[in-house]
């Protein structure tokens, strides 16, 4: 994830995403900032015809899991898809982002 991706969704995602949307208060561009110098997170993006399409932070070393002992869990810590690509679109550009 980079500059690009969270100028995408200042730009293209914030004015479509609406009160409904469980994420629409999220500020990617706060949360991005806040985390960058977490050295177990790590932030990606995915995009087509360099239009972001979905962000996602996961978390990698803070939670162990209780079935392998001594082994961590990945945790999403935050995840959205771009406002066309969700289920209440009209016409959703890309279905399982």
Excluded at 12 to 30: C, G, I, P, V, Y
Excluded at 31 to 40: E, I
Excluded at 56 to 73: P, Y
Aim: no cysteine.
């Amino acid at each position: 994830m980079g500059e690009h991706h969270l100028a995408d969704y200042e730009t293209f995602w914030k004015e479509r995403l609406t009160r409904f949307d469980e994420d629409a208060h999220w500020n990617w561009r706060r949360k991005y900032k806040a985390l960058q110098l977490q050295p177990s997170y790590e932030k990606y993006a995915v995009e087509v015809d360099k239009i972001t399409q979905g962000l996602m932070f996961i978390e990698l070393d803070m939670h162990r899991s209780r079935i392998d002992e001594g082994k961590n869990l990945v945790y999403v810590e935050y995840l959205s898809t771009a406002p066309w690509n969700r289920l209440a679109a009209p016409s959703r550009s890309f279905k399982g982002v």
